[in-house]
């Protein structure tokens, strides 16, 4: 099974930037994803991106899209979210997750199965 850990939170300025990074360790699938879901106070957990292991392909949600990156450094088990232009309604906790997919459904991503500790992120404004 594989283990996920979250960190690189902290507190920006809006319109700042951040890199979260999320490092896999244990037993992970040759093909799956990886996906960075979000939970602000009061709220439910929204999903905000994912990638694939296998070709690096990427999927993001329209809270982000253009402000953020999902990318990967398989050597070292770890995908990185670069965001950028934060705004105060990013402010959350962040939680990395592992699954054998990344569904979507009407431009939400579904839980993941697997769930790593979360990071907060604080934006100022």
């Known amino acids: 099974e594989v283990q996920l850990q979250a960190s690189g939170g902290g507190l920006v300025q809006a319109g700042g930037s951040l890199r979260l990074s999320c490092a896999a360790s244990?037993?992970?699938?040759?093909?799956?994803?990886i996906g960075w879901f979000r939970q602000a106070p009061g709220k439910a957990r929204e999903g905000v991106t994912c990638?694939?292991?296998?070709?690096?392909?990427?999927y993001y949600t329209d809270t982000v899209k253009g402000r953020s990156t999902i990318s990967s450094e398989n050597a070292k088990n770890t995908v990185y979210l670069q965001m950028d232009s934060l705004k105060p309604e990013d402010a959350a906790v962040y939680y990395c997750?592992?699954?054998?997919?990344?569904?979507?459904?009407?431009?939400?991503?579904?839980?993941?199965?697997?769930w790593g500790q979360g990071t907060q992120v604080t934006v100022s404004s």
């Open positions: 990638i694939r292991s296998s070709d690096g392909s990427t």
């Open positions: 244990g037993s992970t699938r040759d093909d799956y994803f």
């Open positions: 997750a592992a699954d054998r997919r990344c569904r979507v459904v009407a431009g939400w991503i579904l839980p993941f199965g697997t």
